[in-house]
């Protein structure tokens, strides 16, 4: 078994487990979270998916149902009167620095949970672990954190893994992806796409072209267009473990 703080020897082995396994949450955010949860785009087979659960449960305290039911929410209110994290609505620099917050305030409003939230795991799992002690799996990682990076570094990893989706998700995406960036579709919201290559969020700085398409596994849209998430999805699907339901053809250039 690794000493206690072995891992904080070097100065690069922190930033390279914070920057691997802040993908990864990306990736499970994206592929199970949005795309398979939310709009049905993907098919996931549990052994795909219950890790994907996990690593959530670990990284995040994100219940299933409560993060469906905000985005479905946001889909159907977006940048208008209703919508749970609007820059247009509630201003860009309070959903970058706090967008956590309104995500909380959405989950927590009367019926939004059963009116938007409808269809996700309901097992033994998700009632007896993932839902009922969501806070248990942070409490573990501050363990698992403390013990490879010792009492100093591991606080400051651990601390910046509690952030990392609330300030890319919350912030960046739902902050920047509907105020900064190029259009490729005239929707009726604000959405952009943030960068035509969509690896650090996983394929989610494509917004406009998701926002185009939300029922879409895939991302990108035109031919200079990488999604990342995609990418992944196939690699599921290649090995058994994924079907894509549906996902759309590129632009006619």
């Known amino acids: 078994m690794l000493a206690f ?12 487990f914070l920057l691997v396994a802040g ?36 990284t995040t305290a994100t219940v299933t149902k409560e993060w469906v039911a905000c985005h479905r929410k946001h889909h159907a209110f977006a940048d208008r009167e209703g919508d749970p994290h ?27 949970l059963e009116k938007y939230g409808k ?23 501050a363990g698992f954190d403390l013990w490879f990076f010792g009492w100093v570094v ?8 509690m952030v990392w989706i609330p300030f890319w998700a919350a912030g960046i995406i ?19 796409n943030i960068t035509p290559i969509g690896i650090m969020i996983a394929g989610e700085e494509l917004h406009n072209n998701h926002h185009a398409d939300p029922h879409s596994a895939k991302f990108s849209h035109r031919w200079f267009e990488f999604d990342i998430g995609w990418m ?22």
Not at 126 to 139: A, D, F
Not at 232 to 241: D, H, K, Q
């Open 86 to 112: 609007s820059p247009l609505v509630s201003g860009l620099r309070n959903i970058v620095l706090k967008g956590a917050f309104y995500y909380r305030n959405a989950v927590r409003q009367e019926g939004v």
């Open 232 to 253: 992944y999805i196939r690699l599921l699907a290649l090995a058994g473990l994924a079907r894509v339901a549906y996902a759309r053809e590129g632009l006619a250039e």
């Open 119 to 141: 269809g996700t795991p309901n097992d033994w799992l998700e009632r007896h672990l993932l839902t009922r002690r969501s806070s248990l799996g942070i409490v573990l990682m």
């Open 174 to 192: 739902n902050g920047i992806g509907h105020a900064l960036g190029y259009r490729n579709h005239d929707v009726k919201d604000e959405s952009r």
């Open 23 to 58: 993908h990864l949450t990306n990736i499970c955010v994206t592929v199970f979270l949005h795309r398979a949860q939310t709009h049905r785009s993907v098919q996931l087979h549990a052994l795909a998916s219950i890790p994907m659960r996990l690593w959530l449960w670990l």
């Open 154 to 161: 591991g606080p400051v990893v651990w601390a910046a893994q």
């Open 5 to 16: 703080g072995s891992w904080a020897t070097v100065w690069w082995k922190p930033v390279l």
